[in-house]
Nanobody, 115 residues
Framework: QVQLVESGGGLVQPGGSLRLSCAASGSVFSVNAMGWYRQAPGKERELVATITRGGSTNYADSVKGRFTVSRDNAKNMVFLQMNSLKPEDTAVYYC?????????WGQGTQVTVSS
């Protein structure tokens, strides 16, 4: 019933910016945190950024200072502003909602950073 849908991915040049959005269809209750993970070809899925319901954020070292995660609790949405993109940021980005009842995951959106 509940699905997370990512949008905003695409092809950008190094140094460019991209904004990802994730929206939940249906009702999601007791969301403690929202976040973004990514998986590059041949690599394990890794944490990119998370934000708690109270607004505390956590970032992977590789994206600190370049990415900003934000959320709209009332609308059950989470965003990822990505600036100064690098080729190594190329990956499928997945949205995650952590709730008292378990985790919800999106299907992923492709981000490709290349000239």
């Amino acid at each position: 019933q509940v699905q997370l849908v990512e949008s905003g991915g695409g092809l950008v040049q190094p140094g460019g910016s991209l904004r990802l959005s994730c929206a939940a269809s249906g009702s999601v209750f007791s969301v403690n945190a929202m976040g973004w993970y990514r998986q590059a070809p041949g690599k394990e899925r890794e944490l990119v950024a998370t934000i708690t319901r109270g607004g505390s954020t956590n970032y992977a070292d590789s994206v600190k200072g370049r990415f900003t995660v934000s959320r709209d609790n009332a609308k059950n949405m989470v965003f990822l502003q990505m600036n100064s993109l690098k080729p190594e940021d190329t990956a499928v980005y997945y949205c995650n909602f952590a709730t008292l009842w378990g985790d919800y995951w999106g299907q992923g959106t492709q981000v490709t950073v290349s000239s």
